[in-house]
Nanobody
C-alpha cells in the first residue's frame, strides 16, 4: 500500500486560502488515482475532489466547485488541494486517499470513499466567521 501524509491545514478566517498537500511514499505515485475527502464533527465523510493518475481528469463536489482546485505533481509524489474563498462550512478534517489503477484506466477517478484503498491520517482545517 502507498503511505499518505497530509499537511497544510490550519485555522483561517472566512475568505482566506489554504493549500493542502498529500505526500505519498512506498509505491509509484503515478500509478494511483487520488482523492480528497473531508469529515466534519458528527457528519459522514464526504467527497471533495479527485484526480486521475495522469492528472487529466478531475472532479469536484458541488459545494467546492469554483473555489477548490486539485492538482498533482508526479515528480514530487504529491497531490494538492488549493482552497480559496474558504467558508465556515468548509471546517473539517481533510483526508487524502489513493487507489491503484493500471495504465489502461489512467483517466478514471472515484467519488466514493469505498473505492479508495489507502488513506492518510488527515489534517484539520478550521474556518472562522
Amino acid at each position: 500500500q502507498v503511505q499518505l501524509v497530509e499537511s497544510g491545514g490550519g485555522l483561517v478566517q472566512a475568505g482566506a486560502s489554504l493549500r493542502l498537500s498529500c505526500a505519498a511514499s512506498g509505491r509509484t505515485f503515478s500509478n494511483y488515482a487520488m482523492g480528497w475527502f473531508r469529515q466534519a464533527p458528527e457528519k459522514e465523510r464526504e467527497f471533495v475532489s479527485s484526480i486521475s493518475r495522469n492528472g487529466g481528469t478531475t472532479h469536484y463536489a458541488d459545494s467546492v466547485k469554483g473555489r477548490f482546485t486539485i492538482s498533482r505533481d508526479n515528480a514530487k509524489d504529491t497531490v494538492y488541494l488549493q482552497m480559496n474563498s474558504l467558508k465556515p462550512e468548509d471546517t473539517a478534517v481533510y483526508y487524502c486517499a489513493a487507489r491503484y489503477l493500471p495504465p489502461s484506466l489512467g483517466g478514471l477517478t472515484y467519488r466514493e470513499a469505498r473505492d479508495y484503498t489507502s488513506w492518510g491520517q488527515g489534517t484539520q482545517v478550521t474556518v472562522s466567521s
